[in-house]
């Protein structure tokens, strides 16, 4: 019953006059047929959105926070339904699905809980005569954009505090994964969030890019958040200029993993696997450069190939499966782009390196890694890890900083002065010191550069969907 194929519009289910396949990454075959909204379906969503501000914002924070915290509690109760269709549409291993079904839960919950912590502030008077204070206002009707490998995570992270904050919400899914959205849609529905409060707009790739038009002309809008490639981030940033909008980008990244000489390698090695091959590389805070300084190089890639080479990959839904299919045929031959500039230009394929039947991709490791490279320069968003040799710390944290990018960060070490200089010097949102896998709800997750604008989770969640009032009152 979670299993829809129609847009939420309004608190209706639209199956509408066209529809698009979404497919199972591992098999290609056919899930379901989906609604193809466009354009016009686009301003209706936002029309009805529009029309449940009001109500939705005069509900005390309270109600609005215990429908948030039912929403929450049908998520976790629904835990391996939304995970079985996670993996079917998304690829992921269904206990990595499961993973993210109580991770994207989270943000619901901690939601929930800040709801009711919206406060304002009284300042001191400039004279006596007046009475200064500052208002904390639900910014108004929101869109959000989402990506496929979160398909869940990437949604409740926007709609979780924009619902918390009194904001209604249109949401566009990824045309890879609607039917998660769908799913934990159906269970917002049902844990009481008003028709209008909350659409869910689906559509294909060429109707994607008309609803993101639509969202950044329409004055109803006020706010747009974004997960998914800096490129796209960067057509929205224009598109909505002309009504200056409130953007919240979180965009792409060229993480660098360092690993000094002094770094225990055993965790470090750990921290590398999990860090680059989680979702088979595919997201946007996977380690993508792996810099080992000199004295450790070869006992770290020794150790680090081997874990490697352990790795099973395959359907999702298989026992003990770790990788599963990248999300398109597209993605598989970048990956196999970047391995082939990679060894024409000197590197040593020590594990992979090759794709396997369909969309899967062997996990692959690539030594003597150089900055010309591909895999130097560009977010590869699979199982590549390349590993390039770095003399000095300095060294180490010019590379590291050499890219447009600023999302996340990690590094391994044991010595307290590096780890503060290091941590200091890093241009990125979110850092990883000893720990590959850093991402939780209660902190703020966003990045520096061209990473994108804006922070997701936390306290600092809540802000990006709220406006400030100052008040002066006169004649006291
Ligand atoms: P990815 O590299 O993760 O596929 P994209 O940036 O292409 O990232 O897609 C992320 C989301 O943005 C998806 O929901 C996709 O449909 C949507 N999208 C892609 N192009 C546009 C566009 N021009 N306008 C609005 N949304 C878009």
Redesign the pocket.
């Known amino acids: 019953m979670l299993l829809r194929t129609g847009a939420l519009i309004n608190g209706q289910w639209l199956e509408g006059a066209r529809q698009f396949a979404v497919t199972d990454p591992s098999t290609g075959a056919k899930l379901a047929d989906v609604a193809n909204m466009g354009a016009e379906e686009a301003e209706v969503a936002i029309a009805a959105a529009d029309a449940a501000l009001g109500p939705w914002k005069a509900k005390t924070a309270k109600e609005r926070s215990n429908i948030l915290r039912r929403w929450f509690d049908l998520l976790m109760a629904n835990v391996d339904d939304l995970a079985r269709i996670l993996t079917a549409e998304q690829g992921k291993p269904l206990a990595e699905a499961k993973g993210e079904v109580a991770y994207g839960a989270s943000f619901v919950e901690w939601y929930a809980e800040e709801a009711k912590r919206v406060a304002g502030e009284t300042l001191p008077q400039f004279d006596n005569n007046r009475r200064l204070s500052v208002l904390r206002q639900p910014i108004g009707v929101c869109a959000a ?5 979160f398909p869940l995570a990437m949604i409740t992270r926007k709609v979780a505090p924009a619902l918390a904050a009194g904001c209604t919400v249109v949401i ?4 890879f994964t609607p039917l998660t959205a769908l799913a934990a849609a159906e269970l917002a529905v049902r844990a009481g969030i008003p028709p209008g409060v909350l659409n869910v707009l689906t559509a294909d ?1 060429d109707n ?2 008309q ?2 038009k639509v969202f950044c002309s329409s004055d109803k809008v006020r706010h747009i958040s974004f997960t ?2 800096t490129e ?1 981030g960067r ?2 940033m224009a598109q909505s200029a002309p009504t200056v909008k409130k953007l919240a980008l979180e965009l792409g990244g060229n993480a660098p993993f360092i690993v000094f000489d002094d770094a225990d390698l055993v965790s470090a090695v750990e921290g590398a696997i999990a860090s680059k091959y989680r979702n088979a590389g595919q997201t946007c805070v996977c380690a993508n450069r792996i810099y080992v300084q000199e004295a450790v190089y070869d006992a770290f890639i020794d150790k680090f190939t081997a874990k490697v080479k352990t790795l099973k990959v395959g359907n999702g839904f298989d026992e003990g499966v770790v990788q599963g299919p990248l999300i398109e045929p597209a993605a598989v031959e970048k990956v196999q782009r970047h391995v082939d500039d990679a060894k024409a230009k000197g590197a040593r394929i020590l594990a992979g390196g090759a794709k396997l039947h369909g969309q899967f991709f062997q996990p692959t490791v690539v030594a003597d890694a150089t900055a010309d490279m591909l895999c130097a320069t560009e977010e590869t968003f699979g199982p590549l890890a390349p590993i390039f040799k770095f003399k000095h710390e300095d060294d180490a944290i010019a590379a590291a900083n050499s890219t447009e990018f600023g999302l996340a960060s990690y590094f391994y070490s044991r010595d307290i002065g590096r780890i503060t200089r290091v941590s200091e010097a890093l241009e990125c949102g979110i850092l990883g010191v000893n720990a590959g896998v850093i991402a939780t709800e209660h902190v703020p997750f966003g990045g520096v550069k061209q990473s994108g604008l804006g922070r997701e989770g936390s306290r600092h969640g809540m802000e990006e969907y709220l406006e400030m009032k100052y008040i002066c009152i006169g004649d006291v």
């Open positions: 954009i989402t990506p496929w490998n566009k899914p990824a045309e790739s994607s890019v609803a993101g998914g490639s796209v057509i929205l």
